[in-house]
């Protein structure tokens, strides 16, 4: 690798710097120069120490609505994967709209310069064949977008123990497949989402019979 590198000038890193682990369980937040959410210190446990992403997903469904909390129900394939949830019990649609913001708040990605030293550190540490400069910055730019997509603690955990299991840089679809099986809350969103699908299309239906009565 060389300073003249397109992927790493344009983040400041090479692959030989060292970095500070990057935090997971926690949050930036979106407004305010220097504030954080309510995440952070969700995020944490006690000595200060990051949790895992098991642990923060714990910690998350135990800060939803208790309506919402009680009526989750886990659907588990033939090897007891989680592969999606329901809800088992009417839930007031406040309290599944409260439960989908602190779902949010919890899945926000990486900052692009953290990821981009994660994926630069897993570089570093793991043998591929050999590319031109070119197809090397194509994987770098399709992995960032990607990855940027998914919650900052998932992607840390996925990335930082790959190498541990694997001397070759990872294919996209085995990557995949690690953030899809660690990915809880995504899951969770999606069974929530549907029971505000009937409401919505209420207010909808509402909106345009209010409409034709106005007019």
């Not at 009417?90 to 900052?111: F, G, H, W």
């Not at 050999?130 to 994987?139: C, H, T, V």
Request: glycine share 4%; with cysteine; charged share 25%.
């Amino acid at each position: 690798m060389t300073k003249d590198q397109k992927f790493y000038n344009s983040s400041e890193i090479t692959p030989t710097l060292t970095t500070q682990n990057t935090q997971t369980g926690i949050r930036r937040s979106t407004t305010g120069s220097d504030q954080t959410s309510p995440s952070v210190s969700l995020g944490k446990c006690e000595e200060g120490l990051a949790l895992s992403s098991w642990e923060t997903d714990k910690t998350m469904q135990v800060s939803l609505p208790p309506s919402v909390n009680s009526a989750l129900s886990e659907i588990l394939d033939r090897d007891f994967n989680i592969v999606g949830y329901s809800l088992e019990a009417p839930c007031p649609l406040d309290d599944v709209e409260k439960a989908i913001k602190i779902i949010d708040e919890y899945s926000q990605p990486l900052e692009g310069d953290q990821l981009t030293k994660l994926l630069a550190k897993l570089f570093v540490k793991t043998k591929r064949k050999a590319d031109d400069q070119m197809s090397q910055d194509l994987m770098f730019a399709a992995y960032h977008e990607e990855l940027i997509q998914w919650p900052a603690d998932i992607v840390e955990e996925v990335l930082s123990a790959w190498p541990r299991r694997s001397m070759w840089w990872p294919s996209w679809h085995e990557l995949y497949k690690e953030l899809l099986w660690k990915d809880k809350r995504s899951k969770m969103r999606k069974a929530l989402e549907k029971k505000l699908i009937p409401s919505k299309t209420q207010n909808i239906i509402n909106e345009v019979t209010k409409g034709f009565t106005n007019g």
